[in-house]
């Protein structure tokens, strides 16, 4: 006798349909979440392709006889982006910008429909919003671009120099001025007046640039300051608000240890004996040195080496004896942890 097969009662069924629905509940926002954080991870991709392009963008300019004369803006729509010249490689936006200045600064904002992924200029990584529909560029500390440089033209206001002094305009600026400068559209940096001669001010930065750096003499070659000034314009070269200038270094020293050097085109110099002398007595003249002791003048010491501003206020030379007792001149090249301090001339 042949035995009745038997299916699945109601209960079983629904037992089942509960189960699924459980595993559903769990699993679906699981792989939604996977799925969107891999999409995520893919346009973060591509923002940083964009920026890699932006960045290539701009080293191909600087080759170019005039540089990168003005900011540019590129903007991305499905289609595209323009204006031409942005090797982005893949897939570009839904939409969104990117800025590169002058000096190569870079800030974005553009979102896939789902984020919007931002960059200041001044910051080395991006950020991820899920507000996309309000996805707009960063301010950062981007400026007006300057029109026109000269000292009126690029100052400007902080909490260093609060207001601009009328002298910047008319007048004689009196040494120890201050002064907050726009060296690039980005960057603001502050100085202090050394001299107002025949309407070109001079004024030095109030703080040491870079890190430390020698003398250029190296056993019983007197070559003069060349590091120190190689190093200085390596440091201030993207100061392109700043108006170039020439300029020749000679040593103040009696004996001459090193020849005339001519330096064509620069935004800074280094400051002088003569004129260290003039704002030696002002804390200003060597504040902010952090880790360094000093930074370096234009004379020579008649020992192959050259006079500083120490941190305490002093003037001292390589042909000095340590605190150990040992002759500075013997260690060829020692540079007492020393900096430069960038040195401007401009026209009101």
Known sequence: MKQKRRGFTLIELLAVIVILAIIALIAVPVIMNIISEARKSSFKDTAYGIISAGEMYYAEKLLDPNGMTETVEFTFTEDGVSPSGLNVKGSTPKSGSMKITTDGKITLAITNGEVCITKDYDASEIETAEEFESCELGTGEMLEPVTEKSLSGIATTNDFATSVDVCATSGTCVVGTRFALRVTDTEIQNFYVVSDIDNKVTLIMDRNIGSSVDWAYRCGEATGPIAAIE?????????????????????????????????????????????????????WAYENLDNLEGYWLTRSSGGNYAWGIFNDGSFKNGSDVDEEGTD?????????????????????
């Open 328 to 348: 500075m001149e013997s260690q060829c090249g020692s540079s007492y942890n020393f900096g430069v301090r960038p040195v401007i001339e401009i026209l009101k």
């Open 231 to 283: 190093y200085l314009e390596s440091q201030t070269k993207n100061w392109t608000n700043v108006p170039e200038f020439n300029y020749v270094y000679l040593d103040e020293n009696e004996e001459k240890e090193y020849e005339d050097i001519m330096r064509n085109n620069i935004h800074a110099r280094l400051l002088t004996y003569k004129e260290a002398e003039n704002i030696i007595s002002n804390y």
